[in-house]
C-alpha cells in the first residue's frame, strides 16, 4: 500500500472516529514483545480505547493492567499446571494456543457489543482462527488486521515437521482471504501475505523511535557498564535455536587458546533461556569471557548497545523461517551505530550488507580470526557505525513505521 505523503490527511480521518475500539490479540506476554506494544502504543493515539488480550507465558504478570495506554488482560494457561507437563513442548503450545482463542472469541464478544466498531489486531497466526471467527459471528461490525512476525509454514516445519506445516498454510491461506488488512514483520513475510490478502499489506519491522538512543558517546557507555577495557560482542533477547550461539561459543574457546583476553561476549534477556550456555561456560573455564545480565529495564537496553562494538545476529542454518528472521537487535544496532554480525543468504545479511553496517558468515568462517581482524580495523567499524545510523535516520525508525501502521488503518476505514 502506497504510504500518503501527508500522514495529517490520515490523522484527521482517525481522530474523527468515535466509539471505535481495538481489541489486540498475542499469544505471548505483552509487556515483553516490544513489537507488539509499539504498534499498540501507536495505536492507542488515535481511537478511544484499545484492549490488549494475551496469553501470559511465564505468568508472572497481574490479571488486568495498564500498559503504554492500553488496557491489558494477561491469561495464565495451563503452562505451569501438572496436567501440561505430561505433554511435550510443542503439544503443550498447541493445547494452549486453542484454549487462548476459544476465550479470545468470548472476550472479544462482551467488548463488540458496547461498541459502534471495532478492529481487532491479530498478531500471529495462532490467534487467527479466533480473529476470523469472531468477525463471522458479528457481520459488518468487525474488521480483522493479521500481523504475522514470521512465516507461518516455515516455522511450523521446523517445529513440528512438513505434513502439520502444509496443513497449517493450507488453513492460513484460507484465514487470509477473509481479513481486511496485512502486516508483516519484514518484507519476505509481508511479500508472502500479498499474494492472498485482498487488502493493503503493508511491512512494519520492530524499530526504535529517533530519540530513543542515548545522547552519550560509545567510551562513556562502556565506562558506565564497567566495559572499557573490552571488545564487546553483544546478544540481545532469548537464547532459542534460531540463533548460531554454537558459533559464538567456539570463537571464545579459540579466543581462550589464543590468550586474548580482551574480548567480552555480553547476553541480555531472560536468565532461564542462558543456564545451558552458563553451563557451559564453567565447564570451559571461559567466565572471565562471558558476562550474563538477564533482564535489564528497558531504558538501559540501548545502552548496552551503545557500549558494544558488535551485535551477534547469527541465525542457525534450520530452515525457510530462519532466512527470513528480521531480529529486533538488529534494528537496535542501527540506532546506536553497532555494527551487526548475520548469516550469509539470509535476508537480515541482505539489508546488513547493502547498507554497509555489518558482516556476514556462514559455518565455513572462522569467527575467531573475524573479531580479532575487526578490532585491529577500527577505521572499517567506524565506517559500519555511521552507515548503520544512516539507515535508522532514514529508514528503520519508528517514525516512519507509524506512519505506515496509521495509513493502513486509514485505509481500512476508508473502505468500511
Known amino acids: 500500500m502506497k504510504i500518503s505523503e501527508d500522514f495529517s490527511v490520515q490523522r484527521v480521518k482517525l481522530t474523527n472516529l468515535s466509539k471505535t475500539q481495538v481489541l489486540v490479540f ?45 488496557e491489558v488482560t ?11 507437563k505430561s505433554f511435550s513442548e510443542h503439544m503443550n503450545f498447541v493445547l494452549n494456543a486453542f484454549f487462548f482463542q476459544i476465550i479470545m472469541i468470548f472476550w472479544a464478544l462482551r467488548r463488540i457489543n458496547a461498541a459502534q466498531y471495532t478492529v481487532i489486531h491479530s498478531h500471529d497466526f495462532n490467534t487467527l482462527l479466533g480473529a476470523i471467527t469472531i468477525k463471522q459471528i458479528t457481520r459488518g461490525r468487525v474488521s480483522v488486521v493479521y500481523d504475522s512476525h514470521e512465516y507461518t509454514p516455515g516455522a511450523y516445519a521446523e517445529w513440528y515437521g512438513p505434513t502439520i506445516s502444509s496443513f497449517a498454510r493450507i488453513l492460513e491461506i484460507q484465514f487470509l482471504s477473509r481479513i481486511d488488512g496485512a502486516i508483516g514483520a519484514n518484507e519476505a513475510i509481508a511479500s508472502y501475505l500479498s499474494r492472498f490478502v485482498s487488502g493493503p499489506t503493508i511491512t512494519i519491522n520492530a524499530c526504535p523511535e529517533l530519540k530513543e538512543p542515548p545522547s552519550i558517546s560509545r567510551a562513556e557507555s562502556k565506562s558506565v557498564l564497567k566495559l572499557s577495557d573490552h571488545f564487546v560482542i553483544l546478544f540481545t533477547g532469548g537464547i532459542r535455536q534460531d540463533y548460531d550461539i554454537p558459533l559464538l561459543f567456539q570463537a571464545a574457546k579459540e579466543l581462550k587458546a589464543r590468550n586474548l583476553d580482551s574480548f567480552r561476549f555480553v ?135 507509524e506512519n505506515r501502521l496509521m495509513d493502513l488503518y486509514a485505509g481500512i476505514f476508508s473502505n468500511s
Open 267 to 401: 547476553f541480555v534477556g531472560p536468565i532461564d533461556t542462558m543456564t545451558g550456555l552458563m553451563n557451559d561456560v564453567r565447564k570451559e573455564s571461559l567466565s572471565n569471557y562471558f558476562e550474563f545480565k538477564g533482564w535489564v529495564p528497558e531504558e538501559q537496553l540501548l545502552l548496552h548497545f551503545l557500549a558494544s562494538d558488535l551485535c551477534f545476529a547469527v541465525a542457525s542454518d534450520r530452515g525457510e523461517n530462519t532466512k527470513i528472521l528480521t531480529p529486533v537487535r538488529v534494528f537496535d544496532s542501527f540506532s546506536c551505530g553497532v555494527p551487526v554480525l548475520v548469516r550469509k543468504g539470509t535476508l537480515i545479511a541482505s539489508i546488513v550488507i547493502k547498507g554497509g553496517c555489518g558482516v556476514a558468515v556462514d559455518d565455513k568462517t572462522k569467527l575467531s580470526d573475524e573479531l580479532i581482524r575487526l578490532r585491529m580495523e577500527p577505521g572499517s567499524l567506524q565506517i559500519m557505525q555511521e552507515a548503520g545510523l544512516k539507515l535508522f535516520r532514514e529508514k528503520y525508525n519508528w517514525g516512519v513505521m
Open 26 to 70: 498475542v499469544a505471548d506476554t505483552f509487556e515483553s514483545d516490544r513489537r507488539v506494544r509499539r504498534e499498540s502504543k501507536t495505536i492507542a493515539k488515535y481511537f478511544d480505547s484499545v484492549n490488549v488480550l494475551c496469553w501470559d507465558r511465564l505468568g508472572k504478570r497481574r490479571h488486568n493492567e495498564k500498559i503504554d495506554e492500553c
Open 74 to 84: 494477561n491469561l495464565k494457561l495451563f503452562g505451569y499446571s501438572t496436567l501440561a
